[in-house]
């Protein structure tokens, strides 16, 4: 089955820093990918996706490239915003009736 | 926002009592997921749906029970609920295809004393 590894937390950065979160992944087959988010008190939502390889994803400034080589879906941000505290999901999908499997999740806290 | 509700929201019950969440969507998707998130585990898969009367077990289904008779209601239920089952439960929906995203609904607060 699918399984994804995330770096652990929490991440603590200063406003306006660089964020990087790392993922890896195993799946069977060519799986897409996906990057959810979760604020404090909501359910997850979907940040961003890339369903082939050497695909790009981006929403509000974060980005992340399907590298199919290296099994890896980072996630990246140049400039992160108090807003963007939260907690961070990598997780892969193949086809058929295989669900989400997420990883534990990366929180996030960013100080002003 | 997709369509989906759960209820009840929050819910605070006994060791030992039967307790049903429900999961109600109005976008007709075919997928239907129970998550349950606990702090160091994330989001563990319990069961899913991928049609009426169609579920299959995720990782975690020992003590408990899924229901699908409508496209828009699934239905988890704990038999006898144990404080192990405390937990922050969230249902998802999906078209069903590799690419699609799950839309997760916003979470039922379970508390099992």
């Known amino acids: 089955g699918n399984s994804v590894t995330q770096m652990e937390g929490p991440v603590t950065l200063s406003e306006e820093a660089f964020l990087t979160i790392n993922c890896t992944y195993t799946?069977?087959?060519?799986?897409?990918l996906f990057w959810y988010v979760q604020y404090p008190g909501e359910g997850l939502q979907l940040l961003l996706k890339?369903?082939?390889?050497?695909d790009k994803g981006s929403n509000k400034g974060f980005e992340a490239t399907y590298r199919k080589e290296t099994t890896s879906f980072h996630l990246e941000k140049g400039s992160v915003q108090v807003s963007d505290s939260a907690v961070y999901f990598c997780?892969?999908?193949?086809?058929?009736?295989?669900?989400?499997?997420f990883g534990k999740g990366t929180r996030l806290s960013v100080i002003a | 926002d997709a369509g989906i509700t759960q209820s009840p929201r929050h819910k605070v019950t006994e060791t030992g009592t039967p307790v049903t969440l429900r999961c109600h969507q109005t976008?007709?998707?075919?997928?239907m997921y129970w998550y349950r998130q606990d702090p160091g585990h994330g989001l563990r898969l319990i069961h899913y749906?991928?049609?009426?009367?169609?579920?299959d077990k995720g990782e975690v289904s020992d003590g408990y029970s899924v229901s699908r008779s409508k496209t828009e209601d699934f239905l988890l239920t704990l038999e006898s609920a144990t404080s192990s089952q405390t937990s922050v439960y969230f249902c998802?929906?999906?078209?069903?295809?590799?690419?699609?995203?799950?839309?997760f609904g916003p979470g039922t607060r379970l508390t099992v004393l």
């Open positions: 998802a929906i999906s078209p069903g295809l590799a690419g699609d995203t799950q839309y």
């Open positions: 799946a069977t087959g060519y799986p897409s």
């Open positions: 890339a369903t082939k390889a050497d």
């Open positions: 997780a892969p999908r193949t086809g058929g009736n295989t669900p989400l499997v």
């Open positions: 976008e007709n998707h075919r997928y």
């Open positions: 749906s991928y049609g009426v009367k169609d579920t």
